[in-house]
Structures are given as C-alpha cells and as structure tokens.
C-alpha cells in the first residue's frame, strides 16, 4: 500500500513542487528536512514506531526552481493539455494533429494560447483559414498549463490525499486534480 501512496512536496515558500512516493517523505520528515503540514487516517508502521501518513509536506529550506510553473512547449504537451481531444469537434482519434487558431501564414505564433489538439479532419477542414471564416469553434478556450498537472501527474490515491492537496495546488493550477 505504502509503495503508491504519494505525497505532495510544498516548498518552504508553500509553492507545490511535485509528487513524491510517501516512503520519501517520511524519511524527510524523521531527518526533519520537511515538515508535515497534512496527514491521513492512513497509519504506516516504520522501524520508529507508528505515524499517520503524511499527504503534504514543506521542505525546511528554499529549493530554488527556474521557470517554476512552466512547461515546455511542444507538441505532445499540447495534447497532455487537450487530454488528445480535437479542440473542435471533440473527438479523440490515435493520430492527433496540433492546430494554429491563427494560421502561421497569417502571422500566428507557435504558443500555448495559438496552439490546440485537433483530429485530422478537423485540421484538414480549418486550413489555412482563421477560424471565424469556417464556421468551426473551439470547444474550450486554450490556456498556458502549470508544471504541476503534467511532470508528476499524481496517480491513483485515496480521495481523502487528492482533497488534502487540493487547497496547495489551487492557487497555483487551474482545475489542478
Ligand atoms: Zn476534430
């Protein structure tokens, strides 16, 4: 059980960093390089005892990020992003495109906000053409994701952890879980 339970990892400034496996974070916690702010009903036993799971930590000492809370661009984030859904007609195929809302050869750029998943037919139909001159619309507003959602998508854990997260990754992570 232990072995997939994961624990949010803040950082001393109370940013969420990433997930780590809980067997991490109580060592963290016995050499006090973290400190518990949430725990669990779930009871570990270790070789010093008893304790209540951790589901967040803090780190002690500033862990310094650069870019924090930014993800690479490129293709395959874009459709993490998009969950592989074609942004028009909502549909997931095996082969995903992505689509500039804005053509390349109308000046658009390659960013987050100009870039979605799109099927095939969906990018073949759209063209080279801006999107009010098609008739299609996106089925949701493109957005710059957060670190957080995509290098540790946390797996599968009780609900109780995802609802002690929740207020941590809030502030920082649109939809965040
Ligand atoms: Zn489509």
Redesign the pocket.
Known sequence: MIERLKVLVLNNTYEPLHFCPARRAVSMLLTERAEQIESDGVVLHSFSGQMACPTVIRLKRHVRIPNWGMVAFSKKNILRRDRRT?Q??G?SHDEMTVDHIVPRSLGGDSSWLNVVA??K??NLKKGNRLIGDTGMRLIQKPYIPKFITFSNHPPTVPDSFIKSWHKYLAAYVKDPL
Do not use: L, T
């Open positions: 074609c028009y007609c549909q799109a099927c037919k969906c």
